[in-house]
């Protein structure tokens, strides 16, 4: 049986969240096996050179298509709450309280998530905006009901957030 360590980062609880936790897990055995090694057992370079097209801003490749997204906060208890992949974008209709935080994140996991770049940053009401992998929590600046679209393109994150003033999205 191979010894796996996890470490768990649990910070979503405490007062002072500064965004999304992640979860890792190490094999210790391929540690060990690869620690004089430059590359794994395929040989391929483990190291974070982009040599797979990724942006350091955005994270590794992601297809929206391939997870279920959740939008996730203090007002869903930390659930996540189901987007539904419609035409190349995750939606959601999301009740919110003034100053609510959230993130969206994939598969009900914190190892794909995505947020502002700044710490605790008001979002952008109307407008498509970029979001950053591992991203910190984004603040909604008003109590509503608020339409959720999120879109990854070219491994490039964008979000667009409406006032839904009809219970319907669109």
Known sequence: MKKILYIIVIVALLPLYSGCSREYVFDLEEISTNN????????????????????NNNGPVVVLTAHTWGIVGPMSNWDDIAMTIVDGKATAIVEFEA???????????????????????????GKEFELTYNGKN?????????????????NVATMRVDINSNGIFG
């Not at 590359?39 to 942006?55: A, E, K, R, T």
């Not at 100053?99 to 009401?125: P, S």
């Not at 959720?148 to 393109?153: E, G």
Request: glycine residues 10%.
């Open 36 to 55: 004089n090694n430059s590359g794994n057992s395929n040989g391929n370079n483990n190291n974070n050179n982009n040599s797979s097209g990724n942006n």
């Open 99 to 125: 100053g609510d935080t959230f993130c969206i994140r994939a598969d009900g996991l914190w190892n794909i998530c995505y947020g502002h770049a700044t710490e605790n940053k008001d979002i952008i009401i």
């Open 138 to 154: 984004m603040i909604i600046p008003a109590t509503g009901t608020y339409n959720i679209s999120f879109r990854i393109v070219n």
